[in-house]
Antibody, heavy 120, light 108 residues
Framework: EVQLVESGGGVVQPGGSLRLSCAASGFKFDEYAIHWVRHAPGKGLEWVSLISGDGESAYYADSVKGRFTVSRDNSKNSLFLQMNSLTSEDTAVYYC?????????????WGQGALVTVSA | SYVLTQPPSVSVAPGQTAKITCGGNNIGSKGVHWYQQKPGQAPVVVVYDDSARPSGIPERFSGSKSGITATLTISRVEVGDEADYYCQVWDSASDQAVFGTGTKVTVL
């Protein structure tokens, strides 16, 4: 059974940093790209980042480029999102989601989400 | 940046058909995926690659695309289908995924 479990969420002050983790199981981790997607209160879904299975390629939304860094440790079936220079606009539930691996990137399995609150 | 436009809301009676549109420039050249999200839950993909349906998703959910618009059709709507629905594509020009603005489906 495919499982994705996020951790590391919490409350952080504006300008601060936070590191999210995503522990994966039930599939061959290094063969699949993984997405980060967030859902801010009262807003729609927003794609944040994608990292390839081998970790060599990473892509970011314009809203986080230069502030967020995605990485993975395939030896530990783990994914990370380092978030710096956080603002209130980054307050959201953050999901990690496995890419299906079909022609066009899309997510077939999602974690339960980790809440990040940026507040003084 | 690439934009996908959806109607904010769709209302439908039980047993009827709901159609949710997703418009975007040159969407015909992109694979379109649809997600259902209920309050407090993670999204679930109901259609991927325009019209493919994942295992476990009822046949009542179907996807299509014509011109600059993709459509998610929910036939024989049930109360349990009440949720927010989002379309999504990968924009190769910017190497970014894009979600639509989202549509709230209300079952009357």
């Amino acid at each position: 059974e495919v499982q994705l479990v996020e951790s590391g969420g919490g409350v952080v002050q504006p300008g601060g940093s936070l590191r999210l983790s995503c522990a994966a199981s039930g599939f061959k981790f290094d063969e699949y790209a993984i997405h980060w997607v967030r859902h801010a209160p009262g807003k729609g879904l927003e794609w944040v980042s994608l990292i390839s299975g081998d970790g060599e390629s990473a892509y970011y939304a314009d809203s986080v480029k230069g502030r967020f860094t995605v990485s993975r440790d395939n030896s530990k079936n783990s994914l990370f999102l380092q978030m710096n220079s956080l603002t209130s606009e980054d307050t959201a539930v953050y999901y990690c989601a496995k890419d299906r691996g079909s022609m066009w990137p899309n997510s077939d399995y999602w974690g339960q989400g980790a809440l990040v609150t940026v507040s003084a | 940046s690439y934009v996908l436009t959806q109607p904010p809301s769709v209302s439908v009676a039980p047993g009827q058909t709901a159609k949710i549109t997703c418009g975007g420039n040159n969407i015909g050249s992109k694979g379109v995926h649809w997600y259902q999200q209920k309050p407090g839950q993670a999204p679930v993909v109901v259609v991927y690659d325009d019209s493919a349906r994942p295992s476990g998703i009822p046949e009542r959910f179907s996807g299509s695309k014509s011109g600059i618009t993709a459509t998610l059709t929910i036939s024989r709507v049930e109360v349990g289908d009440e949720a927010d629905y989002y379309c999504q594509v990968w924009d190769s020009a910017s190497d970014q995924a894009v979600f639509g603005t989202g549509t709230k489906v209300t079952v009357l």
